[in-house]
């Protein structure tokens, strides 16, 4: 069986595609604003542990059922794990999401991608994002995004090869103008200057 990878219909669990990012802000935005019960989330860490983890694993209540229908467990090659929006989730409990600052680098409407050039302490500071994400956000049309200044709540700290997820985002505020003093001199001869 091969997985179409680049499709905007695909599954939530084929990595870069339309469903996979919005799964991974889905699964993000429930763990800082409506999380999983506790036992829910014990067994998902379990999961997620790996192997030795998983074959200890008791599951009376059916809690494995659950994470498999919120799209955070599934069965790969016939063992049980946790899917990335499973991790994503995880790592939006345990790990810091920082406010900070992001442009609009690049558009791809075709692909429904967007890159953002996000102000965070790694090498490579680019994040694609869904452009619906974006457009919704702001407000804005397309064409007027690309230099466009946002703020955005990410996980900076993310271990390499996790991927950076963006949620709370929105326009930048204007920048305040800058106050400029305007100082009067007067010139021995009794004019003004500023």
């Known amino acids: 069986m091969s997985t179409v990878r ?17 799964a991974l802000v889905t699964a993000t935005l429930q763990a800082s604003e409506l999380p999983l019960p506790e036992p829910i989330e014990t067994v998902m860490r379990a999961l997620a542990a790996g192997p030795d983890a998983r074959d ?23 063992a049980l794990d946790v899917t990335d929006a499973g991790r994503a989730y995880l790592a939006a409990r ?13 558009l791809d409407p075709a ?3 967007a890159r953002l050039l996000v102000d965070m302490p790694r090498p490579d500071q680019a ?17 007027e995004l690309p230099g466009r200044a946002l703020d955005v709540v990410c996980n900076p700290f993310a271990p390499p090869g996790e991927p950076i997820v963006l949620t ?11 106050l400029v003093a305007s100082v009067e001199v007067r010139t021995q001869e009794g004019a003004l200057r500023s």
Not at 127 to 143: F, I, K, R, W
Not at 168 to 178: D, I, K, Q, Y
């Open 6 to 22: 680049g499709c905007r219909c695909s599954a939530a669990t084929t990595p870069d595609t339309a469903a996979w990012r919005s």
């Open 56 to 78: 200890g694993l008791h599951d009376p209540h059916g809690l494995v059922l659950a994470l498999q229908l919120r799209g955070f467990a599934q069965t790969r090659d016939g």
């Open 94 to 106: 345990i790990g810091p999401r920082v406010a900070v600052g992001a442009r609009v680098s690049s």
């Open 111 to 113: 692909a429904n991608r």
């Open 127 to 143: 994040v694609v994002v869904l452009l619906d994400q974006v457009l919704h956000a702001t407000g804005l049309d397309p064409h």
């Open 168 to 178: 709370g985002m929105r326009l930048a505020a204007p920048a305040a103008p800058a």
